[in-house]
């Protein structure tokens, strides 16, 4: 019987930690996805400037997440 305990006990903390940083993660996460498209954009339409590509990458990348 203590041994459930310190299942579930670990268990419930395992997913109070996850649920934290899930928002952490996604973030760094989205940040690489407009950066690897920045730097496809870039190569694909040589004319594009960075900025403008950018503007475009996070249109995209956040209709895509809606």
Do not use: D, H, T, W
């Amino acid at each position: 019987m203590y041994k459930n305990y310190k299942l579930l006990l670990f268990l419930g903390a395992a997913i109070i930690f996850l649920y934290f940083s899930v928002e952490k993660y996604e973030e760094f996460s989205l940040q690489k996805s407009i950066s690897a498209c920045v730097i496809a954009k870039g190569k694909i339409l040589k004319e594009i400037a960075p900025e403008e590509a950018r503007i475009i990458c996070e249109k995209e990348i956040r209709e895509q997440l809606e």
